[in-house]
């Protein structure tokens, strides 16, 4: 199971670049990092977030393009198969992950991928030295060069859009 903490559910504009982005907080965090700033996502707090659940959010808040796990749980069969049901509505899947690498078949599942811990010595996305990247998957008519390749797709690195607005992303 899943669990997420409805009452920190949010649309927000900066944590994915050019998207109207429902962001939610995912609770039972498998990360470790030295400066969590939420350590209560560690703990088994919140309600089970189903394929319901992302229908009803997402018909309450009309307009969103893009669906946020923030934070991936301990049940990552269960992650995929909401990032599917995800993609199944029409929107890309993204994933704030607290670990510095993820499986081949979470880059498969999501469109948009942030990997590495937060250290507080290098700072969030916006620090020109954090050790955090940001992922975008190139569609099949782009022609970015792609910075990563995983499970047979082709990744571009966003995190440098996050220097240049100088706004202020989640961890
Ligand atoms: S990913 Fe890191 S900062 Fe976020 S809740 Fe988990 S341990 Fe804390």
Redesign the pocket.
Known sequence: MIKYVPEMTSVVLEEIPDRVTLAVEISN?R???T?????F??QDVGAPLTPAVIDALVRDNFGVNCFLFL?EGQDPETLLALAAHVRALGMPAALYS?RAEVEEAVWAAFDYVKVG??LPERGPLNDRNTNQRLYRALGPDETETADLVKAGRKFRDMTARFWRRGIDPL?
Do not use: D, E, T
């Open positions: 965090c990360g470790n990092c400066g969590c700033h939420s350590p996502l560690r934070g607290g811990p937060y961890k």
